[in-house]
């Protein structure tokens, strides 16, 4: 076996990268749930000073601290022994709700570790992993990690990408939101459209109690509720406006819900499917965005296709192309893609 070391050279040093980044993804999660980056972000600190700050114990913090700075996520300050954040890192990592806060990414990748001895069993019989059977810091960073892009991007680019939405949204129409889980989307909403009446579902009970909390919490629980239903069999009708926020890869049949979508949608509707960021061929996303959702897709997404009936396995990377295809199965003339972002496709279907 004639191995180039150069080649081997340029892997392993890949390697490092890759595993500095595996360790030091629950140092994250470990600062933000003390409240670290948040009590650093006000002013430099030395670590004894940032452990009287968060009440944590001053050597452990001072360890922490120099894994951030290896990792670029804190600076140093060797004259004075401080650590601090730059504007920049603090928007990233102690300012909740900006569009680029990152803690709840590094909840769902800790998350995943937590599923793979049922992974291990899946691999070899082929069986999924439903949602529900993931430990709950999943859920919670999911919706930490999506909400700052829907706040962003969700009211002042997606829905006014759709062909008069947004002016009916205004006047008051009747919106449902499918795969709502903690019920970000669905909040946002109806925080900018108070003329219009909201109601999210989702199959996992758990995410629809905090979604309850979350609409009374931001004051628009007069005109949001939430219930317990899969896409498929959802109640009402005559719905003007439908929603599905990076869930419809997920879901054993697809299909299903497209038909059930065009079933409740009125005549003049329109279905708006946000999905992650892909291509349709394989070799279109390999890169850095690619590898995280074919990543969480192996642990997450496609486990939870399996679990379901239909177990189409659509995938994270579905792409334009196979989305297409279930929206038109289910009944539906006109596609397109409205609009997209580096992480996500949103698309308008309409009857």
């Known amino acids: ?54 009440e944590t114990d001053a050597r452990y913090v001072r360890e922490w601290l120099s894994a951030q700075a290896a990792s670029g996520y804190v600076n140093y300050d060797p004259a004075s022994g401080r650590f601090s954040l730059s504007e920049e890192q603090s928007f990233a990592l102690a300012q909740e709700g900006s569009p680029a806060f990152i803690p709840g990414a590094f909840q769902i990748a800790v998350a995943q570790f ?55 949204l205004d006047e008051g129409v009747r919106v449902a939101d499918i795969g709502c889980g903690h ?14 009446t909201f109601v999210g579902y989702d199959y996992h009970e758990p995410s629809i109690a905090y979604a309850k909390e979350a609409a009374a919490s931001a004051g628009v629980g007069d005109r949001v509720s939430f219930e317990v239903a899969s896409a498929a069999d959802y109640p009402g009708r005559d719905y003007d406006f439908v929603t599905m926020f990076d869930c419809l890869h997920d879901m054993g049949d697809p299909l299903a819900a497209s038909r059930h979508v065009f079933e409740t949608l009125r005549n003049d509707g329109t279905w708006m499917i946000v999905e992650p960021f892909a291509n349709d ?36 990377q579905a792409g334009e192309r196979r989305i297409r295809e279930v929206v038109t199965g289910g009944g539906f003339q006109q596609f397109r893609r409205a609009t997209a972002t580096s992480f ?4 308008e279907a309409r009857r």
Request: net charge neutral.
């Open 281 to 316: 061929e394989l070799e279109g996303n390999l890169n850095p965005v690619g590898r995280i959702f074919y990543s969480a897709s192996t642990l997450i997404c496609t486990p939870a296709s399996k679990a379901q009936p239909g177990a189409m396995c659509l995938g994270a």
């Open 114 to 168: 937590k599923i793979i001895p049922k992974m291990l069993k899946s691999f070899k019989t082929g069986l999924g992993v439903g949602w529900h059977e993931h430990d709950v810091s999943l859920f919670h960073g999911t919706e930490r990690f999506f909400r700052p892009g829907y706040a962003a991007y969700l009211v002042n680019d997606w829905i006014p990408s759709l062909d008069g939405m947004k002016a009916k």
């Open 1 to 54: 076996m004639a191995v180039d070391q150069a080649r081997l050279d340029a892997f392993m040093g890949g390697f490092v990268h890759d595993l500095g980044a595996v360790m030091h993804a629950a140092t994250v999660v470990v600062g933000d749930q003390l409240g670290l980056y948040k009590a650093l972000a006000a002013k430099p600190l030395l670590p004894e000073e940032l452990a009287r700050e968060t």
């Open 183 to 196: 019920g970000a989307s669905t909040v946002i909403m109806a925080q900018a459209f108070p003329e219009s």
């Open 344 to 347: 996500n496709l949103v698309f």
